[in-house]
């Protein structure tokens, strides 16, 4: 999809590797796991906690421009889900050619319904995605 995927933690390389040889799940990931043991990274995006010395569970969309798309931070039990992840992927490569355009919650790809957003639309989304 022209874009490039890579995971940040405060872990160290040789904690992600550990991971990656021990955990099924991460058998075939195919991105790069970056190391940031000194939490300088976490801390620019506003994901570290100091009190653990850990990072939250940050996804950020940077456009090609260095632009933020999207960001969302969860807490270190909640998992994230890639699905949910490329809607939102696909959805801001979408809104990038159609600005004056929005694509709400059940939006999956282009074709799909999406809103022109304006004060004749405050009260009247679910009729304009369902009339």
């Avoid at 909640?78 to 355009?101: H, I, Q, S």
């Amino acid at each position: 999809m022209g874009c490039d995927v890579f995971t940040v933690s405060t872990d160290t390389e040789f904690v992600h590797l550990a991971w990656k040889r021990s955990e099924k799940e991460l058998a075939n990931v195919q991105f790069q796991m970056a190391a940031d043991p000194t939490g300088a990274v976490s801390k620019q995006y506003g994901v570290y906690d100091d009190g653990s010395g850990l990072a939250l569970r940050g996804t950020f969309i940077i456009s090609p421009a260095g632009v933020l798309m999207n960001s969302e931070v969860n807490f270190y039990n909640m998992g994230r889900n890639v699905d949910e992840l490329m809607r939102k992927f696909k959805a801001n490569l979408y809104l990038a050619k159609k600005p004056d355009e929005g694509c709400p919650s059940k939006w999956k790809d282009e074709g799909d319904k999406t809103l022109r957003p304006g004060p004749e639309m405050v009260g009247k989304v679910h009729e304009a995605l369902n009339g």
